[in-house]
């Protein structure tokens, strides 16, 4: 069955649906729905993935917004439920216009010709460096949308500490979060029925097995990784062995006896007394392991096996093949852990790498909560590990930049063709809006960029004639640090603006042509600033690509980035969305610092990268011309046709 593609009133209609199913959930003041499995369990969560993912959506066009969105999540760690709000929004401002296929078009131009440069020369100037050494300001409000306040906070503080503790060196914290983020499975133990409260972080790692060998030892020993059986075999690969009488057989038994003990004597000669195997062995293994004091944890998943021998470096050994001892791993402890009712093996490993061997475990309710914490604090440590990342230029961009920074001349932005060609260059074609329909869509965005009653408008104006607004305490260089309370020995840092000038120096040009986009490590306060900054100066470039399709797609993503604020300040608290957008906007024009709050930070690199996934999923749903459902599984079909036949 084939049918056409999704038109843009209906993809706006689905994306609405989307952004309604979980605008609720949307911030720290969001609300939280109740999963029903199966099973008849009920689970309440604020988990963007986990709400789509419970949709079980039918539309095509549907599906794939919610699985751009989740694969924005698995890479970042964050923003599926901001993706599905700002996709809906900007469906929406692209059906409002019309939507032509220069439109269409113009939503590429848009990302290098405008999204970068307002990024580089205006957002660029109020971020600034995380705190170092303070995890929490970044932590609590990144789990304050999918936590409640008593638990986000609880379990902001437990990464903070695993951080701190599996990567003591702030140079090893990126490889670190690297491999918490891939290994957290391994590195956490689930513990149902206790409060979250008795969670702890524990040295070392939780094996989730019981010792079917356990010989108590003091000071460090010798771990064996291994991952086939002991017992020594009485015949090799493809070659039958056969007794003929008791006598063979209790002689055979004998000789893999002597065979065993002889391996366990060499084991324990060498100080080896931890066997980490991923095989059950035999009895005749565990009775000699005990007898010569070697402690022996068998099972273990390919998994845990891969996670000891990456913290080692030591790789598996073959007892009948590889003959001597080379690579063993040094144990500092090992002993049996109770959880609840559950006996797990701890055990100390000296690290070869950054990485110091820390495990956390989560304490929970029940196991659908415990699910809930670990997946949050692993996407945490994923959004962590994005906070250090770098977005660098595109190569047209620095070209140009190296150019500009050559000159030696004063420059001035507005009235230098070379610079306007930088922004307007190759943004006109076919399909161009005349400039009657430019205007109405720019007068139509003017109306309903706040949506707003003009009585609010006009005495919010009123009041700020009569008195500046003022969101700081003082207008004096105000510390971002000390309102955030991030610590006290951080550089003095605010969020101020320097607007657009008419005439800037080529050393300023220059300063803005550098190589890096977004810096390692910057971060804003939470709260909607990053979308009222990034409204802003989108829109300033925007006034110079007049009579340009491009023009209009920057105001229209200018305006869908509202929506998120919006959403954010939807119960009327601080005065709501009106007042928070026109003060911020007031002092950006007034070049003020911008107001700052004390619910935390948050990571440019991760809000830039939603909005590029959304420009890219705006895209790639506007070129779909044809949909067909498949009802059945799809033969394998075999190309026989030669070159030659026609």
């Known amino acids: ?46 988990d963007g993935r986990r709400l789509l993912q419970a949709l079980s959506l039918e539309p095509p066009a549907a599906r794939l917004m919610a699985a751009r969105a989740c694969s924005l999540r698995a890479a970042t760690g964050d923003g599926a439920k901001s993706f599905v709000v700002l996709l809906a929004a900007v469906l929406g401002e692209l059906r409002a216009a019309g939507g032509g296929g220069g439109l269409r078009r113009a939503l590429r131009d848009f990302e290098a010709r405008v999204l970068e440069r307002a990024v580089a020369r205006g957002l660029r100037r109020h971020v600034r460096p995380a705190p170092p050494g303070s995890l929490e300001p970044l932590l609590e409000p990144y789990l304050a949308g999918r936590l409640g306040p008593g638990e986000r906070r609880c379990l902001a503080r437990l990464c903070a500490e695993m951080c701190r503790r599996c990567a003591p060196a702030a140079a090893a914290r990126p490889q670190v979060l690297r491999l918490l983020g891939r290994r957290f499975a391994e590195l956490h133990a689930a513990v149902p029925g206790l409060p979250l409260a008795s969670s702890r972080v524990l040295p070392g790692i939780v094996l989730r097995r019981d010792f079917a060998a356990y010989c108590p030892t003091d000071g460090e020993l010798r771990a064996l990784l291994v991952t086939e059986p002991l017992r020594p075999a009485l015949a090799g690969p493809g070659v ?20 065993t003990e002889a391996l366990m004597k060499h084991l324990h000669s060498n100080n080896v007394k931890l066997l980490l195997s991923s095989v059950k062995q035999e009895e005749v293994v565990i009775y000699y392991a005990k007898l010569y004091g ?49 006996r797990c093996a701890h055990i100390g490993l000296s690290s070869a790498c950054a990485f110091q061997p820390h495990c956390l475990i989560l304490c929970g309710p029940v196991d659908g909560v415990n699910k809930q914490h670990a997946a949050a604090v692993q996407e945490a440590f994923t959004m962590l590990q994005q906070l250090l990342k770098t977005v660098h230029r595109r190569e047209e961009w620095e070209a140009e930049g190296e150019s500009q920074s050559r000159a030696s001349d004063v420059c001035t932005w507005q009235s230098s063709a070379t610079q306007k060609q930088l922004v307007i260059e190759n943004t006109c074609n076919s399909n161009q809006v005349s400039e009657c329909q430019l205007k109405a869509l720019s007068d139509e965005r003017e109306r309903k960029v706040l949506d707003l009653d003009k009585s609010d408008l006009l005495v919010h104006n009123q009041k700020n004639d009569s008195t500046p607004v003022v969101v700081a305490h003082n207008t004096d260089t105000v510390s971002a640090c000390e309102c955030l309370h991030v610590g006290k020995g951080l550089e003095k840092t605010c969020c101020h603006v320097v607007p657009f000038k008419q005439e800037e120096s080529c050393a300023d040009i220059a300063q803005d042509y550098s190589n890096c ?45 509202l929506s998120i604020p919006k959403a954010l300040y939807r119960t009327g608290e601080r005065g709501g969305f009106t007042t928070f957008y026109l003060e911020a906007i007031n002092l950006l024009r007034k070049n003020q610092p911008l107001p700052v709050n004390d619910e935390g930070l948050e990571s440019v690199y991760c809000k830039y990268q939603l909005v590029v996934s959304v420009l890219h999923c705006v895209t790639e749903l506007l070129s779909i011309d044809l949909v067909i459902g498949i009802r059945r599984p799809l033969q394998k079909i075999e190309d026989c046709d030669s070159e030659d036949d026609s």
């Open 1 to 46: 069955m084939a049918a056409a593609g999704p038109e843009q009133p209906r993809l706006w209609q689905e994306a609405a649906a989307l952004a309604g199913a979980v605008r609720g959930a949307l911030g720290p003041r969001g609300g939280r729905a109740l999963l029903l499995r199966p099973t008849g369990e009920a689970l309440p969560t604020r």
């Open 517 to 561: 986009l977004i810096e390692a490590g910057s971060v804003l306060p939470v709260g909607g600033y990053f979308e009222i900054l990034l409204h802003y100066y989108i829109q300033d470039y925007a006034k110079q690509c007049q009579q340009s399709e491009v023009a209009i797609v920057s105001n229209m993503v200018a305006d869908a980035l």
């Open 240 to 259: 039958e062995f056969v007794v003929d009488s008791e006598g063979q057989y209790q002689a055979s038994l004998r000789w893999i006896a002597q065979r």
């Open 294 to 342: 070697v402690s022996v944890v068998e099972c273990l998943s390919s998994e845990e096996m891969a996670l000891i021998g990456e913290i080692t470096g030591v790789s598996p050994y073959a007892p009948y093949v590889d003959g001597e001892i080379s690579e063993t791993a040094a144990v500092t402890f090992c002993q049996p852990l109770l959880l609840v009712s559950k």
